[in-house]
């Protein structure tokens, strides 16, 4: 059964810094992978999705890896704005199912 | 930009009421999914349709929630009679291939208190 993890479940860090969330899964039989972002109280906002044959997506200061090897995807933000604080969610896509990490809860201190 | 229509954004019911969503999905996106995402967690799948046929309720709890796409357009979630342990936010979301290499959309979601 596919499991998805991501670590730490909170952050918090200060303006302009760089920054990795973390997203496991257990089973590397992945068609994709889908990053978001939610608001409080919001619903979820696609960020970057990684088709299983590639490697990296960028768009702005997002840039998502996957290695399916390991198991592993990260999503790295670069220079962090206050605006950037939301729950990140990954979100594994496998035989026809979607399976969510918890989240990572991020606060970017002003 | 296309969206993921939702409604209610809000309902606040007592226990044993009935209480409905609604969704509209993307114009053009073949499959539509639900999902309950309870405070601190990830969303966890309730049932995705493909067209008008359900794909997946595995997750359903079929003895008080129901699903409908009669169309295969928009879709209805129905809880009767709502518990407690109901309370959570009910996301659609809509892709236009079924899972697999399309963006998934979601709505903006409805969050549903049960007193």
């Known amino acids: 059964k596919q499991e998805v993890t991501q670590i730490p479940a909170a952050l918090s860090v200060p303006e302009g810094e760089n920054l990795v969330l973390n997203c496991s899964f257990t089973?590397?039989?992945?068609?994709?992978l889908q990053w978001f972002r939610q608001d409080p109280g919001k619903g979820l906002t696609s960020l970057l999705l990684?088709?299983?044959?590639?490697r990296e997506q960028t768009s702005g200061r997002l840039n998502a890896s996957l290695d399916k090897s390991s198991g592993r995807s990260t999503l790295y933000i670069a220079a962090s704005q206050p605006g950037d604080s939301a729950t990140y969610l990954c979100?594994?896509?496998?035989?026809?199912?979607?399976?969510f990490g918890k989240g990572t809860r991020l606060h970017i201190l002003p | 930009e296309a969206e993921v229509a939702q409604s209610p954004r809000y309902k606040i019911t007592e226990k044993s009421q009935a209480v409905a969503f609604w969704c509209d999905p993307i114009?053009?996106?073949?499959?539509l999914y639900w999902y309950r995402q309870i405070l601190g967690q990830g969303p966890e799948l309730l049932v995705q349709?493909?067209?008008?046929?359900?794909?997946?309720d595995s997750q359903l709890p079929k003895d008080r929630f129901s699903a409908e796409r009669l169309k295969g357009v928009d879709s209805t979630l129905k809880i009767q009679p709502a518990e407690l342990g109901d309370s959570a936010m009910y996301l659609c979301?809509?892709?236009?291939?079924?899972?697999?290499?399309?963006?998934?959309?979601f709505g903006a979601g409805s969050r549903l208190t049960v007193l």
């Open positions: 979301a809509s892709s236009s291939q079924g899972t697999g290499a399309n963006v998934l959309t």
């Open positions: 089973d590397s039989a992945i068609y994709n």
């Open positions: 990684i088709q299983s044959s590639q």
């Open positions: 979100a594994v896509i496998a035989d026809d199912k979607i399976i």
């Open positions: 114009s053009g996106h073949a499959t």
């Open positions: 349709f493909q067209d008008e046929s359900v794909v997946d």
